[in-house]
């Protein structure tokens, strides 16, 4: 079992960039490297929605269309902690993020295990 603690969240301008972190805490090094790791989000009225994934090794990574070229997933196994790198941010970006550990990189809620308790990112115009 490992618990998830995201950070990086803030207020930002549109076009501005961001780096969110997801760290690990105190989980045993071989467990962490089980997991496919993810970032989901949450606007205020609407449903969580993926945004990237990672898998174990870091050798494939996801998008959701919205965020391609924008966003950056990747993870350092030695650190146990996984990032999002924001570039270009906008308006509608703005959402609490989630950070998600489970048996694959997938892209819906269903297959992540473990959560952490969301980080603010809110871009204004």
């Known amino acids: 079992q490992i618990q998830l603690v995201e950070s990086g969240g803030g207020l930002v301008q549109a076009g501005g960039s961001l780096r969110l972190s997801c760290a690990a805490s105190?989980?045993?090094?071989?467990?962490?490297?089980?997991?496919?790791m993810g970032w989901f989000r949450q606007a205020p009225g609407k449903e969580r929605e993926f945004v990237a994934s990672i898998t174990w090794g870091g050798d494939n990574t996801y998008y959701e269309d919205s965020v391609k070229g924008r966003f950056t997933i990747s993870r350092d196994n030695a650190k146990s902690t996984m990032y999002l790198q924001m570039n270009g941010l906008k308006p509608e970006d703005t959402a609490v993020y989630y950070c998600?550990?489970?048996?694959?990189?997938?892209?819906?809620?269903?297959?992540?295990?473990?959560w952490g308790q969301g980080t603010q990112v809110t871009v204004s115009s």
């Open positions: 998600a550990a489970g048996t694959a990189a997938a892209t819906t809620p269903g297959p992540y295990n473990y």
């Open positions: 105190q989980p045993p090094y071989r467990t962490y490297l089980n997991y496919a």
